[in-house]
């Protein structure tokens, strides 16, 4: 039996968690994405509302809602993660693998501990580039190139243009964007907000893999 999820138990209520309970939720979510990764599937919808409390909630998570899932072989896909979680390359409609996942657990996590969602607003282009200016990529254009869709839709240069034919605005990503502050507020544990920036990679190559996620500082250490 199963309890309620994060955003019911904690988001909504705006309920502070402790860093103990952040790394329970972190550490249960590792290793389902570690048994996914081994089945060769990607959930492709990580956000707070699939991830549930057991009954018990000394024991742990469980993820849900495995609608959008989809095995690594099979990855031709437009339209994937809820909009706030949606990782870059999907956005672009580039190849993508299990580092979306990871993207989405970021997020999650930055939202769990802020009770702030990351990227709030209304167009993907808008949330793009605050992804670009978290990390400082710079790249967008080659990124872009591996996709037709990212391409002409909606890539200028290094911004990005919202809207259709003669009839858009150009959303340029500000020099600098630090996650740090927001989770300082909360006291936040220095590795977590180590852990959360290494999963908000911009590139999905160097971003962190559920292996070495799982041997991060924070998921280790006893609090």
């Known amino acids: 039996m199963l309890g309620a999820s994060l955003y019911s138990a904690i988001i909504k209520p ?3 968690i402790s860093m103990r309970e952040a790394q329970i939720i972190l ?9 996914l990764k081994s089945a060769g599937v990607i959930h492709c919808d990580i956000k707070p509302e699939n991830i549930l409390y057991r009954l018990d909630q000394s024991k742990g998570i469980k993820l849900i809602d495995f609608g959008s899932a989809t095995f ?3 990855v031709d896909y437009d339209y994937l993660q809820t909009r706030p979680y949606r990782a870059p390359e999907i956005i672009l409609g580039c190849y993508f693998d299990f580092a979306v996942d990871m993207w989405s657990l970021g997020c999650v996590m930055y939202e769990i501990v802020t009770n702030k969602v990351l990227f709030n607003y209304k167009t993907v282009q808008e949330n793009m580039a605050k992804a670009m200016s978290l990390t400082g990529f710079t790249g967008l254009e080659q990124l872009a190139s591996l996709s037709k869709k990212g391409r002409k839709s ?3 240069g290094n911004a990005l243009k919202v809207g259709e034919g003669n009839e858009f605005s150009v959303v340029i990503p500000k020099q600098e964007c630090d996650i740090s502050v927001d989770l300082k507020e909360r ?3 220095p590795h977590l907000i180590d852990f959360i ?3 908000l990679v911009f590139d999905p190559a160097a971003r962190l893999k559920v292996e070495d996620a799982l041997n991060h500082e924070f998921a280790r250490k006893n609090i």
Do not use: G, S
């Open 14 to 16: 705006n309920i502070a």
């Open 27 to 35: 550490r249960d979510m590792l290793v389902c994405l570690k048994f």
């Open 72 to 74: 690594a072989n099979d």
């Open 154 to 156: 909606f890539v200028l």
């Open 187 to 189: 006291n936040c544990d």
């Open 197 to 199: 920036k290494r999963c």
